[in-house]
């Protein structure tokens, strides 16, 4: 079993910033990917950014050049950094783990961008 929890979301202003943080426990062995997904309201859960076990990062077009995703392996904390923050950025953020072919999610933090 592996828990994840999530910290850092919250309201910010257009242009703004925020910084998001995923913390893993548990039988942490075999990561395939890590990273974030968002959904907003009356959508469809998306794809942010993710790191692959081969090596890439993907990001999502919508995001590419303003969200950095990095990792710290000794805390098993993978962070979003979300920098230009736009309204149309407002979701609740999901951390995803892929541990030995399991996904496991957080619990989701909600993200608000508004003036």
């Known amino acids: 079993q592996v828990q994840l929890v999530e910290s850092g979301g919250g309201l910010v202003q257009p242009g703004g910033s925020l910084r998001l943080s995923c913390s893993a426990s548990?039988?942490?062995?075999?990561?395939?990917?890590m990273g974030w997904y968002r959904q907003a309201p009356g959508k469809q859960r998306e794809m942010v950014a993710v790191?692959?076990?081969?090596?890439?990062?993907n990001y999502a077009d919508s995001v590419r050049g303003r969200f950095t995703l990095s990792r710290d392996n000794s805390e098993n904390t993978v962070h979003l950094q979300m920098n230009s923050l736009k309204p149309e950025d407002t979701a609740v953020y999901y951390c995803?783990?892929?541990?030995?072919?399991?996904?496991?999610w957080g619990q989701g933090t909600q993200v608000t961008v508004s003036s």
């Open positions: 548990g039988s942490i062995v075999s990561i395939s990917s």
């Open positions: 790191f692959r076990s081969a090596g890439s990062t």
């Open positions: 995803r783990w892929v541990v030995r072919g399991t996904v496991y």
